[in-house]
Each structure stands twice: as C-alpha cells, then as structure tokens.
C-alpha cells in the first residue's frame, strides 16, 4: 500500500512538473504588439497608436495575433517579447471574417541582436468540455504577461450579429468560445491556454457592461487561418448569396422535420442564388447530396463554412423545399468579398472615400461597383462646401466614371497640381445631383 502511494505521489509530481514546464513554455511565448496605424476620418489623414497581444506559433517566429490588433492599415508593428526586448514586425496576412491576424518577427534584427524566443502550440479545442479550467494570457491594458484564470462557460457560442471592428464582418464562419477568465483591452490576440499550456482559443471580445463574458476564436478554427494566411497572405472564400436562419420553431409552417433543413431567410439581390432561382422561405436540404440540419443557429456557421470552403466557380448541387415539392438547383460560387472596400482620403477637398463593393452595390441596390462612398467630410473644405456629406456615393467625377479608387487618386492629384474646380456626381437617397468643388 505504502509502494503504491509512493509511486501515486511520484506520478502525481511529475504530471505537476510536465504542466509547470508547458504553462512557462507559453508565458515566454506570448508576446505584446505596438500598433502605429492610420484611419482615413472626417475627411482628414489621421494616426492613432493601439496595444494588442499575441502569440509566437512557430521557430520561424510567426505570430498569431486578432485582424482587429493587426490589420493594413498598420503602418508600423512591433512585437515586445518575454525578454522585455521589443522587435519589428510585418503583417502576413489577415482575416476579418474570423478575426484573425498572423505577423512576421523581423529573424534577421533578432539574429542580429542575439536575441531568442520560444513558441507555443495548439491544443484540440473540440474536446473542450464546460467547467474545464482555462488561462487567458495577454498585455491587458499593456501590462505585459498577464494571466487570468477561469473556465469555459460555453464551447459553442453564436453570434448573431457578424459586424466585426469597423464594419467588417465577424464571426460567420465558427461559433466562439465563451470563459469567466477576465478579458480586458489589450487582451485581444493573446491565447486562451489549458493549465498544461496548449493554446485552445484566441482572445477575441468581450461584453462592456458585463463581468466575466469573454469569447475567444477555437482553435480548431485558427489552425486552419494560420495554414492559408501563412500560405496565400489571404483566406479565398466561396459564396452564394443566401443568408441563412435557423428552422427552429419554423418546422411546422413548413411542414419540415425535426432537425432537416435550414431556411433561407433571404437571397442577396444579383447573387449567384438569386440567379439560380431561390428566394426566402426555400428550405435548403442538403448540399451536394450531403444532408444539413440548421435548425439551431449554433449550426449555422459550419453550414456557411461549408458553402465558403467549396473552391471559387465551382457549382454547389443545392437540394431545396420549396411549397410540398423539393428541386434540385445548380449554383455557381463567386468570391466571398466584403461589404467593406479600400479606404482612401483626398485631403485637399476634404474627403475620405470607401470603394463600393460588390456586396455593397447589392445591399444598396447600386448598378454596379463603379463609384465611391463618402465616409467623411472635413469641415469647411471644399467637399463640405459644396454640400457632399457621409453616405454620398459618388459615381463620376468631371464626368468620368468612378471605375476605380485609382481613378479618384488621379483626379485628386491632377486638382492639386493645378487647381480648378471639379464636377462632382453623386447619388444621396438614389437620386442623382450634381455638386462643384471650387479651390
């Protein structure tokens, strides 16, 4: 008996120490990011510094971090590692969709400077169970190698807003990790760990207002951004157009059984499913001969992950209810864009700009792309006099069309070289007016 608890107590010791050496593993590995980034507002040029945390995933240095911490409008990243010495950085790529960012070390001023880090590794965040304890580690409010403990409050969560950090979409594609571990400002990117230090979930948001509601990216979800951002610069998805709702409490107006089927609550105007003849209230029942169960909104986003991860042009077999009769219908996948463009400010007429998206144009019930949002005006230049305001969508300019955000750069550059009043036509509410911009 004496044996075995000897040998119980050594176990016991060993498993403690392995924990210990993986949790310091990740504290060396995680690591504050200084953000110098700039925002085209009101019409003006402006610069603004943030802090964010992240992660070192590899020897070669690269750095998982949130879209919202490190996005491209950074102009300047640097990364303070656990030594407290701080190294340049570049953006690799980005993903508004999923809130994810990966950044590069600059190897050759670490080589330089003799400097070294470690990095941390995934863990399997689909056998994550509720109650299991968790660390969300990070620079809260920059105070660097912070850790926080708690639990996993929810392994599923969904949200069913998508609107991200300045508009840009969130969240469609996974559900979150919800945990009582404290999530504060500058805790967004850094890692949420099991105790033996596996990164399970990036910190990503959490609720103002509210104490111990903080949500974090699965890993299982980042693995794969990691792979295509390291690899493209970019994640490339598929899409359709159709924009999905959960069947609960919709089956018996449909006539559908439980758990078969997801409704189509609405179909984007010019889409590639508007073109194929869909519409709202179609039940969509399988894809590709694959049947789908949508009926609670947590399994909405694997539903819209497996539309976006089909390859761009290829033709999705949808199955779908419509009435008492089911038809088949072939959809050909567009690229996934987002609704918000490439930002631009034009600063001698006072005016910042947003190229129209696809996405946009559709949502706006826009011709085409060819023109360009007002997001701001500069008080007292001559955009703002001569009446242009936010949500303007200028379609020509000196009665040129608006083809290109390289077009409106020209002919900004060509009034500033010599200076002359510009005709500017813009549509506010669908209609059309015709405003001059005098030097």
């Known amino acids: 008996m004496l044996k075995f608890l000897v040998v119980s107590l050594a176990l016991a010791t060993s498993a403690s120490a392995a924990m210990t050496k993986g949790f310091d593993r990740l504290l060396d590995a995680v690591v504050r990011i200084d953000v110098r980034e700039v925002a085209f507002e009101d019409g003006a040029k402006r610069f603004a510094s943030s802090i964010g945390s992240g992660v070192i995933l590899s020897p070669e240095g690269l750095v998982l971090t949130n879209a919202h911490v490190a996005s491209p409008r950074a102009v300047e990243l640097s990364v303070t590692l656990s030594s407290l010495e701080r190294v ?214 694997p539903i819209q992950n497996q539309i976006a991860s089909a390859p761009v042009g290829s033709t999705l077999s949808l199955m779908v209810k419509r009435g008492q009769q089911a038809s088949a219908y072939s959809v050909v996948t567009e690229k996934l864009e987002s609704r918000v463009g490439e930002e631009w400010v034009l600063e001698k007429w006072g005016l910042s700009v947003r190229k129209v998206s696809r996405t946009f144009a559709r949502e706006n019930q826009l011709e085409d792309t060819n023109s360009v949002l007002v997001i701001g005006v500069q008080p007292g230049f001559p955009a703002d006099v001569a009446g242009l305001s936010r949500g303007d969508v200028i379609t020509k300019i000196n009665q040129q069309p608006v083809s290109s955000l390289d077009k409106v750069k020209a002919a900004h550059a060509a009034y500033e070289a010599a200076p002359k009043p510009v005709l500017v036509e813009a549509q506010r509410n669908h209609q059309v007016s015709l405003y001059v911009l005098k030097p």
């Not at 994550?128 to 969300?136: C, E, H, P």
């Not at 951004?225 to 107006?253: K, W």
């Open 88 to 301: 340049s950085a570049r953006l690799v790529g980005w993903d508004h969709w999923t809130d994810l960012a990966v950044l590069q070390l600059d190897l050759s001023e670490v080589k330089r400077r003799g400097l070294k880090f470690t990095h941390a590794e995934f863990g399997d965040s689909s056998k994550l169970f509720v109650g299991q304890t968790v660390y969300a580690v990070g620079t809260p409010f920059g105070l660097t190698r912070t850790a926080t403990r708690g639990i996993i409050s929810n392994n599923n969560r969904y949200f069913e807003d998508s609107r991200g950090v300045n508009g840009y979409e969130t969240g469609t594609f996974n559900t979150w990790l919800q945990t009582d571990a404290a999530i504060n400002p500058g805790n967004s990117g850094g890692p949420l760990v099991t105790e033996e230090g596996k990164v399970i979930g990036i910190s990503s948001r959490g609720y103002l207002g509210a104490n111990n509601l903080g949500f974090a990216i699965p890993a299982s979800t980042a693995k794969r951004v990691v792979d295509g951002l390291t690899h493209d610069g970019s994640i490339t998805r598929s899409y359709i157009g159709i924009v999905p709702h959960a069947m609960q409490d919709f089956e018996t107006f449909y006539s559908v059984a439980l758990n078969n089927g997801m409704l189509v609550n609405s179909v984007d105007p010019g889409s590639p499913a508007a073109r194929a003849g869909l519409r709202a209230g179609d039940i969509l029942l399988a894809i590709d001969g694959a049947k789908i169960d949508g009926r609670f909104p947590e399994q909405l986003p």
